[in-house]
């Protein structure tokens, strides 16, 4: 990516924050839906951001106090990210990619459209390769820190996201909230759709709230957010895209419900 484009992403950043904390949000995030969630969680208040970008998705965690763990593979969001990060001493970065296998050298492809469309594929016509990475499971990474209790996974891994969750021992680990993304035109080409991965999470005897955004139509750009619905849910439009918030009980569903319907008065169009 050119300095100018850098500098540029930088400042955007810096006026989000600003923003952020004088307006609050700008547009509907999920991750902020699971803050409100498990704000007062008990639990061993441990997060795991698979890609993890600028940081801005985790700030709020690691301001209270939690573990956070944050991958992120793309060398120049990394530099951003351990920029955000440096004043946590309960953040660890690792630029490893998460998968279903560990230890496998991969391509990872970056994009001057986007700095948020880093990936294990080529889906865009911007995408060019830039280097390798190394993949690691959630399994050997839980198992290398000890990570017993896991409350809260957000995956964003620009189509992979499935093989993320393949890579976690279910016997042992269970967070308590996931989020995931789902986008055919990325995940159809690796052979995966958003109702496989619904389904993966329904037999993990997850609840699901689905997130649906208009369809994309440029990386890099402003995105319109659609409406929540609970699973089993059929998307509006096949070329939808979103979030799955998946919880595990049905308590926290119902909380998940009623916070759901504040953000959805507060962000519908």
């Known amino acids: 990516m050119k300095l100018k484009q850098r500098l540029k992403n930088?400042?955007?950043l810096k006026i989000w924050r600003f923003l952020k904390k004088l307006f609050g949000r700008l547009?509907?995030?999920e991750v902020d839906i699971v803050y409100e969630?498990?704000?007062?969680s008990k639990s061993s208040?441990?997060?795991?951001?698979v890609g993890a970008h600028y940081g801005t998705s985790l700030e709020p965690f690691a301001e209270d106090g939690w573990n956070v763990f944050a991958f992120e593979?793309?060398?120049?969001?990394?530099?951003?990210?351990?920029?955000t990060c440096k004043k946590y001493n309960n953040v660890t970065v690792d630029k490893r990619a998460v998968s279903n296998k560990d230890k496998e050298i991969l391509s990872f492809y970056t994009s001057d459209v986007s700095s948020g469309i880093s990936s294990l594929e080529s889906f865009h016509k911007?995408?060019?390769?830039?280097?390798?990475?190394?993949?690691?499971?959630?399994?050997s990474f839980m198992n290398e820190n000890k990570i017993k209790d896991l409350t809260f996974l957000k995956i964003d891994t620009e189509g992979h996201d499935l093989f993320v969750l393949e890579g976690i021992n279910w016997k042992k680990h269970k967070p308590e909230v996931v989020i995931c993304e789902f986008e055919d035109r990325k995940t159809k080409p690796l052979g995966y759709s958003f109702d496989d991965l619904a389904r993966y999470l329904t037999e993990k005897k997850y609840y699901l709230m689905i997130s649906e955004w208009y369809?994309?139509?440029?990386?890099?750009?402003?995105?319109?957010?659609?409406?929540f619905g609970k699973y089993p849910y059929k998307l509006i439009d096949k070329k939808g895209w979103?979030?799955?918030?998946?919880?595990?009980?049905?308590?926290?569903?119902k909380e998940l419900e009623q916070i759901s319907d504040l953000y959805a008065k507060k962000f519908r169009s």
């Open 215 to 227: 369809p994309m139509l440029e990386y890099g750009h402003n995105h319109k957010w659609r409406q």
């Open 37 to 40: 969630l498990l704000k007062n």
């Open 126 to 139: 911007s995408h060019k390769e830039t280097g390798l990475v190394e993949t690691v499971t959630l399994e």
């Open 45 to 49: 208040n441990i997060m795991i951001d």
């Open 242 to 253: 979103g979030n799955i918030i998946a919880v595990k009980n049905e308590s926290l569903m």
């Open 10 to 12: 930088i400042l955007g």
């Open 73 to 83: 593979p793309d060398i120049k969001n990394r530099k951003i990210l351990n920029d």
């Open 27 to 29: 547009n509907l995030e």
